[in-house]
């Protein structure tokens, strides 16, 4: 059984800490008064005013131990859980309100951790099960597509085939869907970093940059995911020039992607990041592409919404500010 040790409450802490300051300043005014005739007064005062400081920082290192360092053992170890690190957690809590609040971060830690970890285990699970069937089907088409088969039932095969390919493309969206749940790129980067490759991604796409330089909190491989995968969605519906922009705001750093394609009708804005919708299945859309982008962002605190626009699909990315 763990032993409990007492802690002292925040308030006891700072009214102890204010009762003392006052305490020894008037217990010093008191000293001098009466030790000042027999030691002299500037002999009294020095020794008064070393007794004090040395007082003085006992408290401090009181209020260092009690509150002080508890605060950044837990802020370590939010730190080190963002960046996905298995950190040992703090074992020193000061008071009792520090005690519960430590308390309750860690186990918050520990259930998204646990959560982070079903949907891996549950993914890497479905797509296991799932790949062996699929796997079969496709070597029992390619036994019927060698053997003499009627135009009918040819193209009965040809679409087994199709479904068959299909999945194999949902089960690896999946997959990378749950992968970017828990992938990290620190750092930051800017539009003008970005502009190079993605000019070189889609050239035949006219790229506007605005706000170029501002710092994006996010490194270049992880925004150039979700940038590709929204200019990608602009080309296969007929866009032929998109804008980028970022313009700083009081708590948040926005960027938006605005192109001049047809738009986004307001029942399909409303499903756009749910996992497998799409509107281009008949070319091959599996539906995950938007919802990789948002599980990207959001493993980095960020979140992506689709905006009202007159003319064309309007995103808006949005970067907290501490």
Known sequence: MTARHWRPSLAFVLGGALCGTLGLS??????????GPHWGYANAAVALGLAILLATAALGWLLVRLLLRPIRALE?????????RDPAPPVHFGTRELHATARRVIAMAHALRDREATIRTFTDHVTHEVKTP????????????????????????????????????????????????????????????????LRADFPALTLGIEGDDHALPMAAPGLLVVLRQLLAN??????????LAAAPRPDALLVEVADNGPGISPGNADRLFEPFFT???????????????????????????VAASDTGALFRLTFPVA
């Open 76 to 84: 370590a170890f939010a730190l080190s859980v963002e960046q996905n």
């Open 134 to 197: 699929v796997a079969a089907i496709h070597a029992a088409v390619e036994l019927l597509q060698d053997g003499a088969l009627s135009a009918q039932d040819a193209q009965l095969v040809a679409q087994i085939d199709g479904a068959q390919a299909q999945i194999q493309a949902q089960l690896a969206a999946l997959r990378r869907a749950a992968q970017a749940r828990e992938a990290r790129y620190l750092g930051q980067t800017t539009l003008a970093d970005l502009a190079p490759a």
């Open 234 to 243: 602009s080309v296969s519906h007929g866009a032929s020039h998109i804008t």
């Open 279 to 305: 509107t281009r299945r008949d070319q091959g859309g599996t539906g995950m592409g938007l919802t990789i982008a948002r599980n990207l962002l959001v493993a980095h605190n960020a979140g992506i919404e």
């Open 26 to 35: 008037f217990a010093g005014l008191v000293a001098l008064r009466y030790l």
